[in-house]
C-alpha cells in the first residue's frame, strides 16, 4: 500500500526534514513512500520559500487518514511530546525513521516517532524512546538510554552508559559524559559537556555545565 508522508511542523526543522527525506525516496528509500505535505497551524509558514509541498492542515484538528504516516518536525521537546501524542489519540502512526546515511548497531531499540538524520549514529546496545530526534551527525554511545521525546541536535555526542531522561534538549556540539545522568525536561545549551548530571527542568551551559537561572525550553530549537 502507498503511504502518505505528512511532516508535522514547517518551520526551519520542516524543511530540513523534507530536504532529507525527499532526497532519500529520489534513491530508492521506502519505495511505498511519498510526500503528502505538512502539518502547521500557520498557514504561512513556507511563504517566503520555493517550495511546493502545501500546508494541508492543523496538526489540532487534523483527521489521519488511513494510508497516512507522520514524521514529526518540531524540535521543542514539550511541544515535540504534546503535539504527536495527542496525535497518536486520533490514530496517527509515527514510524521510526532511520535515513539511509545513518547507522544502528546491534540490539538497539528505536521508539515509535524517532528520527536520525544523516550520520547519525547509535551503538550497540542503545534503548531510544519515543519521538526522539538526532539530528545530522549526533552520536550516541553503547548502553544509553534517551528518553521520550529528547532532541539531539547536530554533532551531539552522547557516550556510553549516559541515560537522559525525558524531554531532554542538547544543542549543537553538546557533550555527555560517560554515565552523566541528565534529568526530565533539561536543556543543555551548544557547546557544553555534562560530566555527572542535571536536576530536571533546568538550563545548564559551559565546561563543565553549570545550571542558568531561566526556563529550560527558552533554548530548545524549532
Known sequence: MSRRVLIVGAGGFGREILHWLDLALQAGSQPTWHIGGFLDRNTTAL????????????????????????????????????????????GAEFPAWVHPLATVGARSQLGRGTLLLPNAGVSVDVTLGEFVTLNCRSVVGHDAVIGDGCTLNSFVDVAGGAVLGAGVSVGSHGVIAPRAKVGDFTTVGAGSVVVRRTKPGTTVLGVPA?????????????
Open 210 to 222: 553549570k545550571r542558568l537561572d531561566f526556563p529550560a525550553e527558552t533554548s530548545a530549537s524549532s
Open 47 to 90: 511563504d517566503n520559500f520555493n517550495i511546493d509541498v502545501p500546508i494541508i492542515g492543523d496538526p489540532a484538528t487534523y483527521s489521519p487518514q488511513p494510508d497516512d504516516l507522520f514524521l514529526c518536525a518540531i524540535g521543542a521537546p514539550r511541544t515535540k511530546l504534546a503535539v504527536c501524542r495527542e496525535l497518536a489519540t486520533r
